[in-house]
Each structure stands twice: as structure tokens, then as C-alpha cells.
């Protein structure tokens, strides 16, 4: 007898939302989304420890070929909690170091809203370097310089987004402001 599952396959494409991947394997999807706090679930599987230490192999490898600092966003869910910015933050710059890696290899990225310039001032004091991302004023790059932050990261596609509207022009790739 034929499963329903394969009755559906027959009429409609099956999509996996799913971090397991053994449920992958075993019902063979024809395509697969997946989401961070899935990959988490997943992660906290003890089946999945080969998972997490080759991408702590993985981070080494990048280490070793990038001789600076890398950038590691904290989860966008914390946007708007400084505290959890900043536990977050910390819990990254552990994982490193019990993995043998220096902070000061180690960029926290972190959103230039208020919360997020907050929680990067008091690192930084902590000796945590902060990459602020999603800077699309003047304003938030001054209040994060204010803050001493490492690295400001503005969007330079929003900058042409914003002479696109403002000036009703498209740009050529050699014209872009």
C-alpha cells in the first residue's frame, strides 16, 4: 500500500522544515528551509555533535586563512534586549575561547539601534570588540563612534537606495553615488 505521504509527493512538491537531517534522509524531500532556531534543536542532539565539530574545524580553517579579526552576529532576536546582546556576546567569546581562539580574533556583530549601542559600549569596555551592522544614518554611525566601537559597517547598497529615491534616477554601476 502506498503511503500518504508518497500519494502527496504524486501531486504537490514535499518541503522539509527541518534541521534533522535523518528525517531528510528518510523521507527524501524535494527541497528543504530551514530556520536558526531549528538548526538549534537539531544541534542539541548528541547524534549531531559530528555536525558542530566539523563547523568548529570549519571557523578554525577561516581563522587560519583570514589574518584578522571574523565578525559573529548575535541573533537578530536581541535586537532590542541590551542585556541579552551582551550575555549573548560573552557566551560567543566563550565558545572561542574553549576552542583555543583569542578574542581579539573575534568581532561581535551587533545592530546600531539604541539597544544595540548600549549593549556595544559596555563590551567594548569589557575588552569585547563590537562590529556594528545595519547602520543606515549618519546619526547611528555617530552614536556608535561615541560608544567606541571597534568597526561601524554602513550599508553602502541602502546609500544607493536612498539617491534612487531621492533623486528618481536609476544608476549605472559607473554612476553609483
Given at each position: 500500500m502506498i503511503s500518504?505521504?508518497?500519494?502527496?509527493?504524486?501531486?504537490?512538491?514535499?518541503?522539509?522544515?527541518?534541521?534533522d537531517?535523518?528525517?531528510?534522509?528518510l523521507y527524501h524531500p524535494q527541497d528543504a528551509t530551514t530556520n536558526p532556531s531549528l538548526?538549534?534543536?537539531?544541534a542539541k542532539n548528541p547524534h549531531y555533535d559530528y555536525l558542530?565539530?566539523?563547523?568548529?574545524?570549519?571557523?578554525?580553517?577561516i581563522l587560519k586563512l583570514v589574518p584578522g579579526r571574523v565578525s559573529v552576529e548575535v541573533?537578530?532576536?536581541?535586537?532590542?534586549?541590551?542585556?541579552?546582546?551582551?550575555?549573548?556576546?560573552?557566551?560567543?567569546?566563550?565558545?572561542?575561547?574553549e576552542s583555543g581562539i583569542d578574542k581579539?580574533?573575534?568581532?561581535?556583530k551587533i545592530p546600531s539601534n539604541w539597544e544595540?549601542?548600549?549593549?556595544?559600549?559596555?563590551?567594548?569596555k569589557e575588552g569585547i570588540l563590537c562590529n556594528m551592522t545595519l547602520i543606515f544614518s549618519f546619526v547611528q554611525a555617530a552614536a556608535c563612534a561615541e560608544a567606541g566601537v571597534t568597526i561601524i559597517s554602513p550599508y553602502?547598497?541602502?546609500?544607493?537606495?536612498?539617491?534612487?529615491?531621492?533623486t528618481n534616477k536609476t544608476y549605472k554601476s559607473f554612476e553609483d553615488p
Open positions: 500518504a505521504l508518497d500519494q502527496l509527493k504524486q501531486w504537490t512538491t514535499v518541503v522539509a522544515d527541518s534541521g537531517f535523518e528525517s531528510m534522509m538548526i538549534l534543536e537539531a558542530i565539530n566539523s563547523a568548529i574545524e570549519y571557523a578554525r580553517k541573533d537578530a532576536k536581541f535586537s532590542f534586549d541590551t542585556e541579552a546582546t551582551i550575555a549573548k556576546a560573552r557566551h560567543i567569546i566563550s565558545l572561542f575561547k581579539s580574533r573575534v568581532m561581535i544595540g549601542i548600549q549593549a556595544a559600549k559596555i563590551l567594548e553602502a547598497g541602502r546609500i544607493l537606495d536612498w539617491y534612487t529615491k531621492n
